[in-house]
Structure formats: structure tokens, C-alpha cells
């Protein structure tokens, strides 16, 4: 994990990879509630039997925007920022969703920063994300997501 005093510190790690997140397993219980709190019961997030006999691979899959969503949970275990007010989630530049990722599977965070740029009262910070799944040879997802953090 990055451990940084200040927003401000950041800026020498532009470039560089940060790390990795640890590894978590996407189940249908977390697809289900995601389900849930969207409204997208579409059925291959939700429907087991189905999915077993139409899916290739038999599994459900979970939403596109599910794995999106890992990023506030999944970045802390990255990067810290110690002496903060607050961050904010400030957008997204680019998502891809590149593999599908089933019922079951394994994924991990990996975060580049891409730059820092100086705002009143803080950085904003342009990331570049992989959401790696454990045996695949490319991401589940790509994502270039931009914070702030303010002093």
C-alpha cells in the first residue's frame, strides 16, 4: 500500500503503478444485491438454472457497472492519503468492459497514476485502473478515473 502525507505528495508517483489491490470474489449474493439496489434483474446476472443451461460457461454474469462500483471499496487497500479533508469521486474518462466475469470469479485492482493536478484547496488525480480476474490474460475491465482530494 501507497502511504502519502498530503494530497500534494502524490505527485511524484505520476507514472507509476501503485499497486494492487487484494483479491475478491464476486459471488451471486453481491451480484444479486447489485441487482437489487439497480433494478437490473436482466437474467444473466440473476437467473442460476438458466445461466447453468444457456451461458457458456454456465455461471451467471455480474453487471458491468458492479465492477465499476469496486473501485471505492477496492482503491483504499491501494493508496492512502493521510492528512485529507476529503476526497470525492470526480468522474470517469473511459470504461471498458474487455471479459465477462463469472458468478464466482476472482478480481484484484491495479491503479497507475496518470497526473496530478493542482486545484483550490487540493489534487486532482487521473488514475488508470485494471480490474484483473484471477487465470485471465487480460482485464475484466479498464477504467481512467479521476478523484480529488482536498487539503
Given at each position: 500500500?501507497l ?24 459471488d ?8 437489487d ?6 437474467w ?14 454456465g455461471?451467471?454474469l ?27 469521486n470526480?468522474?470517469?474518462?473511459k ?42 490474460d ?13 487539503d
Amino acid at each position: 500500500m501507497l502511504i502519502v502525507e498530503t494530497p500534494a505528495a502524490m505527485e511524484s508517483y505520476v507514472g507509476k503503478s501503485i499497486g494492487f489491490s487484494e483479491w475478491l470474489v464476486i459471488d451471486q449474493k453481491m451480484i444479486d444485491g447489485f441487482a437489487d439496489a439497480t433494478g437490473d434483474h436482466q437474467w444473466i446476472h440473476v437467473d442460476v438454472e438458466r445461466a447453468r443451461k444457456e451461458m457458456p460457461g454456465g455461471k451467471t454474469l455480474a453487471h458491468g457497472y458492479l465492477l465499476l462500483s469496486l473501485l471505492p471499496r477496492l482503491m483504499p487497500e491501494i493508496v492512502r492519503i493521510e492528512k485529507r479533508s476529503r476526497s470525492l469521486n470526480y468522474g470517469s474518462n473511459k470504461v471498458r468492459y474487455i471479459l465477462p466475469v463469472p458468478a464466482g470469479a476472482r478480481v484484484r485492482l491495479s491503479v497507475t497514476l496518470q497526473a496530478v493536478d493542482a486545484m483550490a484547496g487540493g489534487q486532482r488525480f487521473t488514475f488508470s485502473t485494471a480490474l484483473e480476474m484471477e487465470g485471465a490474460d487480460k482485464p475484466a475491465m479498464v477504467a481512467e478515473v479521476v478523484t480529488v482530494s482536498y487539503d
